[in-house]
């Protein structure tokens, strides 16, 4: 049984450019969510999603961050005109539907450096 | 909101006992939870107290007390590998929120 799949491991892009990151949930898993860590600090939420809906996303920045999971297909956090300050880890975590107590899954994260 | 407290950084020896405690603010929350990260690794699910009171399982146990609001991870046999940042958290019973996370104690583990 795949854990969640995260990719690109690692992604680098020049200021102003856009960055996608993809997540796959585990099989079975409705729930996903995304966490922004920058070095030496804990994971921060950024955005919690099923499909077709985003239930919570009060840890986004409000401007030229997005994200989506649609119907088919993998999560896709959206992260436009991308500037120094985005340059983290980001992770995505999975859990099953109905269990609010459920233990995260997490992926091996994307490390998005912008130069 | 919720916020936890953790101690930045512990080391202990090979073979040794050490606790990491958490202690939080929130309203009524499900339960507290341990994850443990590896450099460059994935955060992974360690254990869970819904419940006051101690969990065991192997050579980590956790425990919590909502009266104190305060938690710790106990690791026991301490071994090299199990140098890492261990993060504690917790999920609000108010509606669809996310779990946690306070920012993490770094263990290292030394001979």
């Not at chain 1, 690109?8 to 796959?24: F, T």
């Not at chain 2, 020896?13 to 939080?24: D, F, K, L, M, S």
């Not at chain 2, 306070?102 to 001979?111: C, D, E, N, P, Q």
Request: glycine residues 10%; proline residues 5%; contains cysteine.
């Amino acid at each position: 049984n795949a854990g969640v799949m995260q990719n690109p491991r690692h992604l680098v892009r020049r200021r102003g450019q856009e960055a996608r990151l993809r997540c796959s949930p585990m099989k079975g898993h409705s729930h996903v969510y995304w966490y922004r860590q920058l070095p030496e600090e804990g994971l921060k939420f950024m955005v919690y999603l099923q499909k077709e809906n985003i239930i919570d996303e009060s840890g986004m920045p409000k401007e030229r961050f997005s994200a989506e999971f649609p119907k088919e297909g993998p999560s896709i956090l959206r992260i436009q005109q991308v500037v120094r300050g985005d340059s983290a880890a980001y992770f995505c975590a999975s859990s099953p539907p109905g269990r609010s107590n459920s233990p995260l899954h997490f992926g091996n994260g994307t490390r998005l450096t912008v130069t | 909101g919720q916020s936890l407290e953790q101690p930045s950084e512990v080391t202990a020896v090979e073979g040794a006992i050490v606790q990491i405690n958490c202690t939080y603010q929130t309203s009524g929350f499900y339960g507290l939870s341990w994850y443990q990260q590896h450099d460059g690794g994935a955060p992974t699910f360690l254990s869970y107290n819904a419940l006051d009171g101690l969990e065991e399982t192997g050579r980590f146990s956790s425990f919590l007390s909502r009266s104190d609001s305060y938690g710790y991870l106990l690791l026991q046999e301490l071994q090299m590998k199990d140098s890492a940042s261990y993060f504690c958290a917790v999920r609000s019973y108010s509606g669809n929120t996310p779990l946690v996370f306070g920012k993490g104690t770094r263990l290292s583990v030394i001979a």
